[in-house]
Antibody
């Protein structure tokens, strides 16, 4: 059974940094693209970033480009998101999801990031 | 403002069939496959339809997807109260070099 467990969320001041983690199990982690999708309170889903299985290719939404960095450690079956220069509008639940055939076929339960002074 | 356009709400009575539309452009739906996600209240999204039509294992055949040109649709037949949820379409966008979502459609079962 695929399991994705996010951690690292919390309260941070504007301009601050946070590192999210997503621990994966139940599948061959290194074979799949992984992605982060966020959802602001009461709003819809917004794709944030993705990384290929080997970690060579990365993709970012324009809203986070230059501030967020996605990475993965295939030896630890873990996905990361380093978030710098955080803004109020980055407040959201951040989900990690497993990619398959260009869709996201498994999702974690999410971790809440709150950016506020 | 979402790149893919969905109606904000839809409704139907038990047993009825409802359709949710998703409109895009040549750089996303027009040239790539469409996926649909269901998000029940207070839970993480779940993949409902992938690559325009196929359903993941465990998704009832009451749910069906279609695509034509730069638009896609999700149809739900035999509506049940458990179907009350938010539904999102998504696709890869060649111009943005990333995935784009619709704004979501809140389905109410009357």
């Amino acid at each position: 059974e695929v399991q994705l467990v996010e951690s690292g969320g919390g309260l941070v001041q504007p301009g601050g940094s946070l590192r999210l983690s997503c621990a994966a199990s139940g599948f061959t982690f290194s074979s799949y693209t992984m992605t982060w999708v966020r959802q602001a309170p009461g709003k819809g889903l917004e794709w944030v970033s993705a990384i290929s299985g080997p970690g060579v290719n990365t993709y970012y939404a324009e809203a986070v480009k230059g501030r967020f960095t996605i990475s993965r450690d295939n030896s630890k079956n873990t996905l990361y998101m380093q978030m710098n220069s955080l803004r109020d509008e980055d407040t959201a639940v951040y989900y990690c999801a497993k990619g398959n055939n260009w869709a996201f076929d498994s999702w974690g339960q999410g971790t809440l990031v709150t950016v506020s002074s | 403002q979402s790149v893919l356009t969905q109606p904000p709400s839809a409704s139907g009575t038990p047993g009825q069939r409802v359709t949710i539309s998703c409109s895009g452009s040549s750089s996303n739906i027009g040239s790539n496959v469409v996926h649909w996600y269901q998000q029940l209240p207070g839970t993480a999204p779940k993949l409902l339809i992938y690559s325009n039509r196929p359903r993941p294992s465990g998704v009832p055949d009451r749910f069906s997807g279609s695509k034509s040109g730069t638009s896609a649709s999700l149809a739900i037949g035999g509506l049940q109260s458990d179907d009350e949820a938010d539904y999102y379409c998504a696709a890869w966008d060649d111009s943005l070099n990333g995935w784009v979502f619709g704004g979501g459609t809140k389905l109410t079962v009357l």
